[in-house]
């Protein structure tokens, strides 16, 4: 039973950082590319970013230059570094594959308000 435990999120102002977790169990790790996805209430899932499973990245258009995503295999985590954090970027953060592969398995996510 695959399992996606996100932690990290919490209550930043304006211009900080955070730095959110996930770690993946019960499936292969290193078998797949993974994503960080965000959701905010009455609004669909968006992908942030995703690396393969060789290490390249990719970022949607609105976090490049301030996110960075990476991953240890021998963790089975990925991680995503956010900084210049701004309020837009509030939302619950996921991980899961990408594409996903585990729609079912969704964790809880992360809560990440950036506010003054």
């Known amino acids: 039973q695959v399992q996606f435990v996100e932690s990290g999120g919490g209550l930043v102002q304006p211009g900080g950082s955070l730095r959110l977790s996930c770690v993946v169990s019960?499936?292969?790790?290193?078998?797949?590319?993974m994503g960080w996805y965000r959701q905010v209430p009455g609004k669909q899932r968006e992908l942030v970013a995703m690396?393969?499973?060789?290490?390249?990245?990719n970022y949607a258009e609105s976090v490049k230059g301030r996110f960075t995503i990476s991953r240890d295999n021998a963790k089975n985590t990925v991680f995503l570094q956010m900084d210049s954090l701004k309020p837009d970027d509030t939302a619950v953060y996921y991980c899961?594959?990408?594409?996903?592969?585990?729609?079912?398995?969704w964790g809880q996510g992360t809560q990440v308000t950036v506010s003054s």
């Open positions: 019960g499936t292969i790790f290193d078998l797949y590319a």
């Open positions: 899961n594959t990408h594409p996903v592969y585990y729609s079912d398995a």
């Open positions: 690396i393969t499973k060789g290490g390249n990245t």
